[in-house]
Structures are given as C-alpha cells and as structure tokens.
C-alpha cells in the first residue's frame, strides 16, 4: 500500500500513480523498442552483431542510452549546492536532461555511435539509484531483449524504407513511425498458415464431435483433405521456396496422415471439448492467399465427405523418425503443380479457372527460378510482400 507523510495516500492520488505507471511502461519502451529498430537500419552491422549472440546482456542498455524516451525532468534544488562552477540555490527550479547526460562525452566514447558491447554503461535514461530510480527497468531490458532476439533470428536484413516519423514533443523523444523491409533469412522456410475449422448443426451444435469422438462427417473431412494430399499443395504452397518449409520431421504438413491432438501431423483433430472441437490443416504457408487456402481445404473436406472416403488410421508414431504415413507433398513447387493438374476433382471443386490460371502462372515462375540462388528467389518474391 503506497503511504504519504500523513498516512495512506488518496485515492485521487492513487489513481494519478496507476496512470504514471502505466503510461511510463507504455511510452518509454515502445519508443525504446522502436529506436532499436531505427538504429538497426542506419548501422547496418548492428543486426550481424546481435545474430552473433554476445551482446545480448549489454545491448539492451545501449539501445534504451541512445533512445533516451524521457528528455528531461525538472526538480526543486532543496539546498545550495555548487556544481561544475555554477551555483544552484535552494528553492531554484532544475532541469536535468537526461538526454544530454547519456551522451556525454566525459562519460561514453563514441557517445552518438551504437556500440552493443559498451561496458560498464551508465547511462541516466533509467535514473542513477535512489528513491526515484525507474521501477519497470528490468522489465523494459528484457522486453527490448526478447524482441530483438525474435527478430534476429528471423530476418537477414533490415532496410529504411522511409525516414521517420517523430513525435511532436519536448517532453518523449520516439519514433512515431518507420517504414522498413525485413528480409528474410535466405535458409529458412517460411511460416505455416494453419487452416482451423468445425461446423454446428441447425441448433447451433458442434458436429465434428459431439460425443467426444469424432463424427462421421469429421472423418469424411479428414479423408477428403488425405485423399487430395499432393493436389493440395499446388494451391497451398504455391511458391518454389515454400518447399523448403514442407518436409519430413517437422512441423509442417508434409506427410498425408492425421492424429488427435498431435502436431507433426498434416491433419489434426482437436476433441476434447465437444463445444470447441475442430480440425486443424497445417500445410498452407504464409505466403499462400488466405482466401483461397480455406475455400481449398473446405472443398478437399466436403469432397470426403460427399464422396464417402475412408478414413486411414490415425498416426500413432512419433512423427519424426517414425512414420506410418507413405505419401507426402511432393518435393517442389513443379511437381505440387503436376499434381494440382492431375487432380481433376479438386480443380473443379476449388473452381477450374482459378485453378487453370493458378497453374499456368506458377510453372512460368518456376521455370524463371527453379535455377536461381536462395538470394535470387528471395528478392524476387520481396516486392509482391
């Protein structure tokens, strides 16, 4: 319980308190966060230094020492007091900048240059010890630090699109906005798009398990999503580097199997509340039109089930060494097209002229890139992000 002189602090000062807390959380980190990411497209290096992971204990600081989010806070001198010749008398109103005091250059080398592994770092953005030092320091560290860390591991790099944005004030120094292209990591596969979904009755009642084990038109989903397996992926996965996400061991929809609640699966079913009871398709990426991935997978569904597919058994492997399922998307974007072309139910569920036209334009991509470097493919595919 916060406490004044006088005994416990009113209510009205309560309230005051909740809102500096919140807005000091809110502002200083997010124009924090947002300087690290302006910092990181004017010093190109500063994004091989954090992948190179030795500076994640002292980056944090560096970053918030140059943000600076806070400029300056004014005090009441409560005695006289001489400082660097200058005498301030008792009662005299004080700016201090904290802006100023974490670039200065008695106190840092190279105070306006970035360097991630400068230590010790004392910086004033936090104050300097005592009763009004921030609260909310670690935290603000460690938020900083957690969406760094995501962001190194994603991207290659980071280039300004624009220049900034600034917020009007005298008080907050931050990066109102900044428009900036991430490339990716040329290596790595993209990101999964999942498809989840369930139906529910004219009564409003959840069919894909309503007695807590899945229903007979669930099943007929399933086997209509394993049955059109290799199809699916000309229209789920519809870039040549999609490939390199959709492969065995891994979390992604390679293998034409399913399961309960098991995520190395193409097709999972998700039983154990017969209100909240769905399915869940994992081959789609993100790269994928969203539109056109669910109107894929609901027809591959309504056609198990108007069709009367059977149902293979569930996997009851580990889904990384040890695979009951045969078949699997097929090893790259030409041969996922092939089969798409082959499909002639799914081409005519999902719509024949998408589909012919899906098909025509991506083997002209294909061959444009199928002997292009990972570099190559990705700036081609960057302008259409």
């Not at 970053?63 to 007091?81: E, G, K, N, Q, W």
């Not at 109102?176 to 979904?197: A, E, Y």
């Amino acid at each position: 319980m916060l406490r004044s002189e006088n005994g416990a602090i009113t209510g009205q000062d309560f309230k005051n308190f909740f809102c500096l807390l919140v807005a000091a959380g809110n502002d200083t980190t997010r124009y924090s966060i947002a300087m690290a990411l302006h910092l990181l497209t004017q010093q190109q290096g500063l994004l091989k230094t954090l992948q190179g992971g030795d500076v994640w204990e002292t980056c944090a600081d560096e970053f918030i020492r140059l943000a600076s989010p806070t400029l300056h806070f004014r005090r009441t001198a409560t005695r006289d007091v001489e400082m660097h010749g200058q005498t301030i008398k008792e009662g005299d109103k004080v700016l201090m900048w904290f802006v100023s005091g974490s670039r200065d250059e008695a106190m840092f080398e190279n105070p306006h240059t970035a360097q991630l592994d400068r230590s010790p770092n004392r910086h004033v953005a936090f104050g300097q010890g005592g009763p009004h030092v921030c609260l909310g320091m670690w935290l603000a560290k460690l938020e900083l630090k957690c969406v760094l860390q995501e962001l190194a591991g994603r991207i290659h790099t980071l280039e300004a699109v624009e220049p900034p944005t600034w917020t009007r004030s005298n008080f907050i120094c931050g990066v109102k906005s900044l428009t900036f292209l991430p490339k990716p990591i040329p290596d790595r596969g993209g990101s999964g798009l999942h498809v989840n979904f369930s139906f529910a009755d004219a009564q409003g009642a959840n069919v894909i398990a309503p007695d807590g084990a899945l229903s007979d038109i669930a099943k007929g989903c399933m086997a209509g999503l394993i049955h059109h397996h290799e199809g699916l992926a000309g229209l789920l996965a519809a870039t040549v580097n999609s490939y390199d996400r959709l492969g065995p061991a891994s979390m992604a929809g390679y293998w034409a199997n399913w399961a309960d609640d098991h995520r190395l699966v193409t097709t999972r079913s998700c039983v154990t509340s017969p209100r909240s009871a769905r399915l869940e398709h994992r081959m789609a990426d993100c790269a994928t039109n969203p539109y056109l991935a669910v109107a894929s997978v609901l027809q591959a569904s309504l056609l198990g089930v108007s069709g009367g597919y059977a149902l293979d058994p569930a996997e009851d492997l580990d889904g990384l060494d040890n695979i009951r399922a045969t078949r699997h998307v097929p090893s790259a974007l030409d041969k996922a097209l092939d089969a798409l072309d082959a499909d002639k139910p799914l081409r005519m569920a999902a719509g024949e002229a998408i589909c012919d036209a899906l098909i025509f334009l991506k083997q002209d991509e294909w061959k444009r890139l199928k002997d292009k470097s990972v570099d190559q493919v990705r700036d081609y595919y960057l302008p259409f992000v």
